[in-house]
């Protein structure tokens, strides 16, 4: 973790209460991520992830700390940081490429007509939507309207691309090869990514790196779990690799129960420094029982986790 | 099935105007008895006395006397007698500078407020005690102060056409989804363009619905304050034929209000269709 490409630095997001109290959502979060790395977030609702991504895009400001992107602290949003919202967000007056040339336009303002529209028609064949320009978004698919939407966020060619959920109002065949669409285009393009999900399989499948939350609020970056699995990886031979149930289980475990108990049973947890999490030795990760696997997964304690 | 459908309802409709017509023919037949009286009492007396026709016009009586007007209507005899079209083009043409002078007024005004919390709720209390009022309550600050009936007319209907269409502006300005907002924010787009690439389109609906709602109720202003500035317009039209005692032409002129109140209403729907977006 020498390249800080992006680098959360002790942010907070506090809301005034009842009663003149704060209600603190999460407090001293610290994070980075290399450039060219795909990193997802897990944890509860409530947690705070989609306040982390809103503040990593400027649309949100933190109470405290700060946010360094690329060498430079931010202040509100950027052309830099592309946003897939998880409702899709297209503006349904304009058509598919109208909602691409809308974002190519606010990108480069001096381009004319016809050069915006071949950059963003460029991306609408990307994410393979070609014969589709002219409609509007009332008359496509749910999966299709996302396919914009990545197309929306790719044209402007960001630095790095903030998703919240972008295929959870999916089906699970469109999701999975939407899946298979981003991965493929963010290992072409080098894009950095981070992504909020629910879904531990598309973790698993998308990221480089797990960051893994506690439940709100007062919610702390409890692990950062390194993806073993190879980068070549395919969505369909996943599950075959040995080391994917270690990770799985070592991620459900989390969310199950570690999560709730994590800031009592770690006192002396250092947000500054969150413990990177390596899951190895294949031989002990291939789950039998669920039972053994959750006595062999007490943290701390693990044969196969070294922390 | 659907044109089936309509030419269904086609065909129930023109049967309740056939009785409706038939009932109003036999309700104003001449029935009442004719008293006889010497012929030179008869000419003071009227047609109700002297041959029993009813005081109400029948639809024959309504339909001649619009052919009538149909065939010359843009004649001048004068102040008290010019023809229906001349008539309607002065409520038109009132109701339409009115009308144009308050979208000016409250679409601009409009997104003001709803753009900015701080406005939305300082002008608050003046848009709740101002928008009960009656426009015609106005009328004589207007006729005080302006100093021209016509004009007065015309503020007349400005007040009255404004609150809807602010309203909905405010409405729809300040209801637009955060999602689309962000989506701007995110693309960094300024203040201005995202009023007109954003917000202008998202809100246009709710807009123009609300100048929908403005144009009937100018329509139905147009009238009583005609009635009070006197001089033109239909609204005068049927007052001075009340007081001519002509009912066939006060029945004519209700007749015209309704179509011209309908046609300007489906303009509005038109304009409301093209900026409505399916979701």
């Known amino acids: ?307 | 099935m659907n044109s089936s459908l309509r030419l269904r309802a086609g065909l129930v409709s023109i049967a309740l105007l056939a009785a409706f017509l038939g009932i109003w023919h036999l309700a104003t037949r001449s029935t009442a008895p004719v008293a006889t009286m010497s012929p030179e009492y008869a000419k003071l007396m009227g047609l109700t006395a002297t041959q029993g026709k009813s005081a109400m016009p029948g639809p024959l009586d309504v339909g001649a006397k619009l052919w009538e007007h149909l065939k010359r209507p843009f004649y001048d005899n004068g102040p008290n007698d010019k023809g229906l079209g001349i008539q309607l083009a002065y409520s038109i043409a009132r109701v339409g500078t009115g009308y144009l002078l308050a979208v000016l007024v409250a679409i601009p005004l409009g997104f003001l407020i709803g753009m900015s919390p701080l406005l939305s709720k300082a002008l608050d209390p003046f848009i709740q005690v101002l928008k009960p009022i009656s426009p015609l309550a106005w009328m004589p600050l207007a006729l005080y102060t302006i100093k021209d009936s016509s004009v007065s007319a015309i503020f007349v209907i400005f007040i009255c056409s404004i609150w809807p269409m602010l309203l909905n502006t405010v409405f729809g300005v300040a209801s637009v989804r955060k999602e689309w907002i962000n989506v701007a924010r995110t693309l960094e787009v300024g203040t201005v363009r995202r009023a007109f690439t954003v917000i202008l389109p998202a809100a246009a609906p709710t807009i123009l619905t609300g100048m929908r709602i403005s144009i009937g109720i100018a329509w139905l202003v147009i009238v009583a304050a005609e009635m009070l500035v006197g001089g033109t317009g239909i609204g005068y039209f049927v007052w001075n034929e009340w007081n001519n005692l002509s009912i066939t032409n006060v029945i004519i002129a209700i007749l015209l209000i309704g179509i011209v109140g309908m046609l300007l209403d489906q303009i509005l729907a038109r304009f409301t269709r093209m900026v409505t977006f399916p979701e």
Not at chain 1, 161 to 190: N, W, Y
Not at chain 1, 230 to 237: A, S
């Open chain 1, 1 to 307: 973790m020498t390249d800080k490409f992006v680098s959360i630095e002790g942010i907070a997001k506090r809301y005034p209460g009842a009663g003149g109290a704060t209600t603190t959502i999460f407090e001293n979060l610290w994070l980075s991520m290399a450039r060219g790395e795909f990193c997802c977030v897990i944890g509860h609702s409530g947690c705070g992830k989609t306040t982390v991504l809103n503040i990593l895009a400027g649309l949100d400001a933190p109470s405290e700390g700060a946010v360094i992107v690329d060498g430079q602290a931010i202040s509100g949003t950027s052309l830099d940081r592309a946003v897939i919202f998880q409702s899709h967000a297209l503006l349904p007056w304009r058509t598919v490429l109208g909602n691409v040339s809308y974002a190519v336009s606010s990108k480069w303002r001096s381009w004319d007509r016809a050069k915006v529209k071949a950059h963003a028609q460029n991306f609408i064949d990307l994410v393979g939507l070609t014969g589709s320009e002219h409609k509007r978004p009332s008359e496509l698919s749910g999966g299709m309207k996302q396919r914009v939407g990545i197309a929306r966020a790719l044209s402007i060619t960001p630095k790095m691309m903030l998703m919240d959920e972008p295929f959870s109002a999916l089906d699970a065949l469109t999701r999975g090869t939407l899946q298979d669409e981003v991965r493929r285009i963010c290992l072409e393009t080098g894009q950095t990514a981070f992504m909020i999900t629910h879904d531990v399989d598309e973790a698993i499948y998308l990221a480089d790196k797990i960051f893994l939350m506690t439940n709100g609020p007062g919610a702390v970056l409890a692990e950062v779990v390194e993806n073993p699995l190879p980068r070549d990886r395919g969505r369909t031979d996943l599950h075959r690799h040995p080391l994917y149930y270690a990770l799985r289980n070592h991620i459900i475990d989390f969310l199950v129960t570690r999560s709730k108990t994590f800031t009592t049973e770690k006192p002396d947890h250092d947000p500054r420094n969150v413990p990177l999490v390596h899951i190895g030795k294949p031989g002990l990760s291939i789950a039998s029982s669920g039972e053994e696997q959750r006595q062999t997964w007490t943290p701390g304690a693990n044969p196969g986790l070294t922390a």
